[in-house]
């Protein structure tokens, strides 16, 4: 199993910026990508930006040039750099580890941590 811990949401005005973390523990060597969805209000889950092994990323369309992905295999941990932050961006931002063992693939999945972005 993985567990994973964000942090670093918060309140901040348009044009500001945010850095999230998420650290994950557990059988961390089963873990092929990392990534962080976020949840608006009435809206679905959706994939703001990626992470695998190897360091490739992929973004959503929407936070292309804003925002930035990393990774620190040495503290297991994935970040999330947020610039020139927008009101559509506010929602509920979810650290997600896809596991990859010999015998089956799982997704897991973090508490949670808002952010909101007055405008």
């Known amino acids: 199993q993985v567990q994973l811990v964000e942090s670093g949401g918060g309140l901040v005005q348009a044009g500001g910026s945010l850095r999230l973390s998420c650290a994950a523990s557990g059988n961390i060597a089963s873990i092929n990508a990392l990534g962080w969805y976020r949840q608006a209000p009435g809206k679905q889950r959706e994939l703001v930006a990626g992470i695998t092994r190897s360091g490739s990323t992929n973004y959503a369309d929407s936070v292309k040039g804003r925002f930035t992905i990393s990774r620190d295999n040495a503290k297991n941990t994935v970040l999330l750099q947020m610039n020139s932050l927008k009101p559509e961006d506010t929602g509920v931002y979810y650290c997600?580890?896809?596991?990859?063992?010999?015998?089956?693939?799982?997704?897991?999945w973090g508490q949670g941590t808002q952010v909101t972005v007055s405008s």
């Open positions: 997600n580890a896809d596991t990859i063992t010999l015998l089956s693939r799982r997704s897991y």
